[in-house]
């Protein structure tokens, strides 16, 4: 499928995870938890509701795919000043319904928490094998083994036919890299610009499917 060790099991899902059936993991990265609440304290009205949707999305999907691991590949959170009490009581409840551990490598942005919840194991990179590595940053990629990072926001543009072109969040995979798309559901995302070699992915109902190169610029 792309340069995935070999032997190694990974899908990608639709709902812009990637599950690790060998480790039994299930990475998602940028919820942004908080980011809705720094808005609406800044004077913008925006509504509520999003934190209660994200922690239910992973709720889901942890239990559609049976994971015994939840990895956030960086940026849980977006500010200090998000942090409401309203947040922490729903952490707190999120924790105790999810029943598995749940690690944190942290992001630039979970960076300015402090201190991070007691719940949650955070480190600044985490290997789920010997050539498996779980980042932030794309730039924190090595040469060797394989990384799973977050951080771009990924979309991708593809011409549609009838306008000018559609923007789609996506997976992409550049060199020993997969970035995953942003599982926020209140977060933007950042249109990539295409370098040779470059995969795209992207959800088509309940599957994920590769772009032909010539759809993408």
Avoid at 10 to 39: M, N, R, W, Y
Avoid at 79 to 92: F, I, K, N, V, Y
Avoid at 165 to 191: D, I, K, Q, Y
């Amino acid at each position: 499928m792309f340069p995935f060790p070999k032997n190694r099991s990974l899908s990608l899902l639709p709902e812009g995870a990637a599950f690790l059936s060998e480790q039994s993991t299930l990475v998602v990265a940028d919820i942004h938890l908080g980011k809705s609440a720094v808005f609406r304290a800044n004077g913008l009205p925006v509504p509520e509701g999003d934190t209660a949707r994200d922690f239910l999305r992973l709720l889901d999907l942890v239990r559609k795919c049976g994971a015994a691991h939840l990895v956030i590949a960086g940026d849980l959170f977006h500010a200090r000043s998000g942090m409401t009490p309203e947040l922490e009581m729903a952490l707190a409840e999120f924790f105790q319904a999810i029943g598995i551990p749940v690690t944190l490598v942290v992001g630039n942005h979970d960076a300015k928490i402090a201190p991070l919840p007691e719940e949650l194991r955070h480190t600044p990179h985490l290997d789920l094998a010997a050539d498996i590595r779980v980042i932030h940053d794309p730039a924190q990629a090595g040469g060797g083994g394989f990384h799973i990072s977050g951080h771009w926001h990924p979309v991708v543009r593809i011409a549609d036919g009838k306008r000018p072109s559609l923007r789609l969040p996506c997976f992409l995979v550049r060199e020993n890299t997969l970035v995953l798309p942003a599982f926020g559901s209140f977060t933007g995302g950042a249109t990539i610009t295409p370098q040779a070699d470059d995969r795209f992915f992207v959800a088509l109902r309940e599957h994920v499917v590769e772009l032909p190169a010539a759809l993408v610029f």
